[in-house]
């Protein structure tokens, strides 16, 4: 079986001695000196004679930097300071590091309680992809392959993304994406998505009866992240038939380990997408 890994953390902060130092590596060597510096804002001379590198090096990487919203220009005072993106770029990689480590007790304490197969997902694009999964002892029991990718569209996991994204991003999903139909039950009209995505985001979580696989029934809910992003989604899945027998008990269940994730990566509990 395979795994997504996110991000290991590694990274080194000085250039070992022989090694090319690139245009990234001086950017780098600027958002941390900029980040580090004790007044609020620094101007190039302030920031080229600190770093040892001439102006002309620094404002060619002022300027990059600006044009991706990582640094801010005070027209009035000519000079510079961290600008908003780059504090969501640092947020969206530390909600990452740690997920499937903190998801890890959650999901077995949720398929020691429901007795059916919790799993992890993450996002990759305009997929889904298991990372994780935790199954219960029994002998009739729904399995996932970790590292497989599912459309955002199709069983309530990928849901649960979709229904939670940005209005403009979800938009653009609905319109550019050819919706395949996994099995019968699939939705794959864009008008009939949008209204099952609007009750998805209204009551926080979303359920599947054969969506995906014809023989199997799952409810899932969002983990938001610090920025109030969906980060990853949890799941309970179990054959259909005794799914649907038990699926009231499940959504509470699910709901109460989707909540305890959240504050656990320090997320926003109000995560819902503004309109």
């Excluded at 990274?11 to 090694?19: C, D, F, L, Y």
């Excluded at 002309?56 to 930097?65: F, M, N």
């Excluded at 304490?109 to 889904?128: D, F, I, M, P, V």
Aim: charged share 20%.
């Amino acid at each position: 079986m395979s795994t997504v890994r996110v991000n290991d953390g590694a990274g080194s902060a000085e250039p070992v001695k022989g090694q090319t130092v690139t245009g990234i590596d001086r950017v780098l060597d600027i958002l941390i000196f900029l980040g580090e510096a004790e007044q609020p804002t620094l101007g190039v001379t302030e920031i080229a004679e600190g770093l040892g590198l001439s102006k002309a090096v620094v404002h060619r990487g002022l300027t990059s930097c600006r044009a991706k919203g990582f640094i801010t220009f005070h027209p009035s005072t000519r000079r510079y300071s961290l600008g908003p993106r780059i504090v969501s770029l640092a947020l969206g990689y530390l909600d990452r590091i740690d997920i499937r480590a903190e998801a890890r007790p959650v999901l077995t304490r949720l398929s020691q309680e429901t007795q059916e197969t919790a799993t992890l997902s993450t996002r990759s694009g305009w997929h889904r992809v298991y990372v994780d999964q935790v199954t219960p002892d029994r002998d009739v029991k729904m399995m996932v392959q970790l590292g497989a990718a599912f459309p955002l569209h199709a069983g309530a996991s990928s849901k649960a993304f979709l229904a939670f994204l940005d209005p403009a991003e979800r938009e653009q999903y609905l319109a550019s994406q050819p919706m395949s139909k996994l099995t019968g039950n699939t939705i794959t009209q864009p008008p009939t998505l949008r209204d099952e995505l609007a009750h998805i985001a209204e009551v926080g979580y979303a359920i599947s009866y054969g969506e995906r696989d014809p023989s199997a029934g799952s409810v899932a809910a969002p983990v938001f992240g610090p920025t109030g992003a969906p980060l990853a989604v949890i799941s309970i899945a179990g054959p259909l038939e005794r799914f649907r027998g038990e699926v009231e008990r499940l959504v509470e269940l699910l709901q109460q380990a989707a909540a305890t994730l959240t504050e656990r990566v320090g997320g926003r509990a109000d995560g819902a997408p503004s309109e």
